[in-house]
């Protein structure tokens, strides 16, 4: 009877911390922003509108958060098969925005922008549309 109780218990535990798909929607949101927010910084630099250190101080910022959320992606388990795909799919376009970052840092802005335009996408429509 004991054994039973604690299988019980041991069930609804790991069941219970599961994530859903919609658990998934935050940590893609966190991702967007930072997508976006560096998107926006390479345009500025681009633009001259901002000091190159400032440009440069943002981008490693966003790059940490994205990282952030993917070590969360990593630790999360999910409940089913859409929460997975989801997972996936975030953690897919948050390294992609990742790498972006890092193209900008190297100089090629174009590249960096289009990459993250594709992150962005991904991550947006991960989010619910945001």
Known sequence: ?????GLVIVGA??????????????????AL????????GIDLD?????????AGVL????ATQLSDVITQLEETQTA??????????ALAASRDAIDAIHTAQRGDD????????????????LAGGQ
């Open 1 to 5: 009877m004991r054994s039973v109780v």
């Open 13 to 30: 535990l790991a069941t219970g911390c599961a994530a859903s798909a919609a658990d998934i929607q935050p940590m893609a949101a966190d």
């Open 33 to 40: 922003s930072a997508a976006r927010s560096a998107d926006l």
């Open 46 to 54: 681009e633009a001259g509108r901002t000091f190159p250190t400032t």
């Open 59 to 62: 981008l490693e910022d966003m």
């Open 80 to 89: 089913d098969e859409a929460a997975e795909h989801d997972r996936r799919q």
């Open 110 to 125: 174009a590249a960096a922008q289009r990459a993250l335009s594709s992150a962005i996408d991904v991550l947006q429509d």
